[in-house]
């Protein structure tokens, strides 16, 4: 009898179990789905989406590497600056969320406003940031194992999220910037 009811009892703690499982289970993909229409609602205002160039993304790439290792030719490339961040907007409005393409277009993107910050603020923690960011653009280009432990891109949509947010705090930056350039002008 006590064998009947150890048993009853073990069968009725493993069906709660599985109820317990199923129901988080749905609570996860319920959230998972919030942040999908959360990544893709983030978008840049005014900013229209462009098809990304993983060929002109290396290009800018290089380009901004060439800036970063050379702080006193910055302010003259203040325009060149400015057309490489809006590039990046175009792609990061084009991209999906999550993808390494959205996580590239967002650290070129960022790369641009560091060094224009520089030309702004001169600072070597500016440089080292966009040195930084740069790697970051690189490496989401060439790896091709997410979620490998590094900074590339996991393919977890918050991940996407983080991307959008970090897109649109750069083009806060970017608005900032064009004050302080005004001011010292």
Do not use: C, Y
């Not at 993304?57 to 057309?83: N, R």
């Not at 966009?130 to 997410?146: G, I, M, V």
């Amino acid at each position: 009898m006590e064998m009947r009811i150890s048993g009853v009892l073990i069968l009725v703690v493993v069906i709660s179990m599985a109820v317990v499982v199923i129901l988080q289970s749905r609570d996860v993909t319920a959230k998972r789905e919030a942040l999908a229409l959360i990544a893709t609602e983030l978008r840049e205002e005014g900013v229209d989406a462009a098809k990304f160039d993983r060929d002109r993304a290396f290009e800018l790439i290089a380009v901004l590497d060439g800036l970063s290792t050379d702080p006193d030719a910055i302010p003259s490339h203040t325009e060149d600056l400015k057309t490489i961040s809006a590039i990046a907007a175009g792609w990061a409005a084009g991209a999906a969320s999550p993808s390494p393409e959205l996580h590239a277009s967002v650290a070129i993107r960022n790369a641009a406003g560091e060094l224009r910050s520089h030309s702004v603020r001169p600072s070597s923690s500016s440089i080292r940031k966009a040195q930084r960011e740069l790697e970051r653009a690189r490496h989401a280009l060439t790896t091709t194992s997410p979620g490998d432990g590094t900074s590339a891109p996991s393919g977890l949509v918050t991940e996407g999220v983080r991307d959008r947010l970090q897109n649109l705090e750069a083009a806060q930056k970017e608005k900032a910037l064009e004050v302080e350039e005004e001011l010292n002008n």
